[in-house]
């Protein structure tokens, strides 16, 4: 899985499986954001920080897995069940 950082106090998880092809995302670590997006590195699919929706490419429409991301009350990031 990944996080990607939603303006200065949010964040979003996502599995690292691209929905064209069940495919990673990246080639090499932290390489999930480009211009401010999701680029799948496989074939170049878009898709939004926010919602995991793929806005272009091979996958128009489908969007990528959410993972509940929380915070402890020390503000510590925690993965939800
Ligand atoms: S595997 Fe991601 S766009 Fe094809």
Not at 15 to 36: A, I, K, R, T, Y
């Amino acid at each position: 899985m990944f996080v990607v950082r939603i303006g200065e106090t949010e964040v979003r998880g996502y599995l690292n499986l691209c929905p064209h092809f069940s495919l990673p995302l990246n080639h090499g670590p932290d390489q999930f954001v480009h211009l401010g997006h999701i680029r799948c590195v496989q074939h170049f699919a878009i898709f939004r920080p926010d919602d995991g929706v793929c806005v272009s490419g091979a996958c128009e429409g489908s969007r990528l897995d959410p993972v509940g991301i929380g915070r402890t009350a020390e503000g510590m990031m925690v993965i939800q069940a």
